[in-house]
Each structure stands twice: as C-alpha cells, then as structure tokens.
C-alpha cells in the first residue's frame, strides 16, 4: 500500500525544487517513512473516531459500553446492540411509567413491550417480533426484570399460532401434514 501522507508531502515540497523526489534517493525514503507513521496515526484517529459514537460503533466502542452494564444485551447482530444499547442508556430514576419502561425495555436485545394488565401492579411483557420464546430469553428476562421497578409483577407472554388463526387460514390438516415442518415450527408460524 502506497503512503497517502508520503505522496502528499512529495507533493506538497515538489514545487520548492530544493529537494531530490526522485526514487531511491534518501528524501524519498525520508518522507515515505513519515507518510507511513501519518497514514498510521490517521487509521488510528478514523477507528477512534468510529468507535466513540454508538450509532458507528461495531467492536470495541460497543463492548466496552456493554461492560458498563450488569448484563450484557443478547444481541446478535451490530445494529440490535447498538439499539440496545440506547435502550439501556436511557434508565434512569424516573423508569416508573410505561412509556419510560417501554423506552429502556428494549435493551434486552430485541423489541419487547411491556402491556397493563386488568390486574393493578401487574404487567405483561411481549415480543412483538418473535414467535415462541426468544432466543437467549434467559439473559434477556434479567435484564426485563432489572429495568422494571420490583414492586411490579411482571408475567412474560409468548406468542404462537392459535386455532381462530388457523381457521382464517383455512388450513386443514392435510395442509399440516403436506408441510415438512415440525409441531413446534407450525405454533411459530403465525
């Protein structure tokens, strides 16, 4: 890889002439070696900068923000942690209503959403985006469970194919059968 900096700085004292720019010549060498150590300090500065803001970050910026946490989000994927992320960024002591708490939920690692029950003090949480129990629920029921305040009953709802949804489909059972998938596949597939 050709120096950025050194061919800038070629460049930039080819029209004082006092030089010898030519290749091979001690110059030359002079100013690749000073490129060199610039175009490294200038990649540097670029990762620095990437990684500062959460909206760019994809490695270190996101893992040492995670480390400030309890619990690490399960999150897959670098655009869920960042979300998450700015979930969890937004807790503080006022997480009392539901709009806050459906705010700051979402640090779990995927869309979750906390639903007022008929019963006071209780809520229900759901996963708008996901059929069945979410992958790594475990991590994200104790994350669920520190953002929302302890005086609050929390019940998790998991959502699967019902039978009102397989008769609007007009699904028989032989559609069932034909079908190479799993029981456990079909309740997912809603």
Same mark, same amino acid.
């Given at each position: 890889m050709a120096a950025r900096y050194g061919q800038f700085l070629r460049e930039l004292l080819r029209p004082l002439?006092?030089?010898d720019l030519s290749s091979g +010549?001690?110059?030359e060498s002079e100013l690749y070696a000073a490129g060199s150590m610039l175009?490294?300090?200038d990649t540097a500065l670029e990762t620095a900068e990437q990684e500062s803001l959460i909206a760019t970050a994809e490695g270190e910026g996101l893992s040492r923000r995670e480390e400030l946490f309890a619990r690490k989000p399960a999150a897959d994927t670098v655009p869920l942690r960042r979300a998450a992320l700015l979930a969890?960024?937004?807790?503080?002591?006022?997480?009392f209503t539901l709009e806050t708490i459906n705010r700051t939920i979402c640090g779990c690692g995927i869309r979750a959403e906390a639903q007022e029950?008929? +019963?006071q003090g209780k809520l229900r949480v759901v996963f708008p985006d996901v059929a069945g129990i979410p992958p790594q629920?475990?991590?994200?029921?104790?994350?669920?469970?520190d953002i929302i305040p302890c005086h609050l009953e929390t019940e998790f709802y998991f959502r699967y194919l019902t039978w009102a949804e397989?008769?609007?489909r007009a699904t028989t059972l032989r559609d069932i059968l034909t079908v190479e998938d799993t029981w456990e596949s079909f309740l997912k597939s809603v």
């Open positions: 002439g006092v030089y +010549t001690v110059n175009d490294q300090a969890l960024f937004q807790i503080d002591g006022d997480c029950t008929d +019963t629920f475990d991590r994200m029921e104790k994350i669920i469970l397989c008769e609007a």
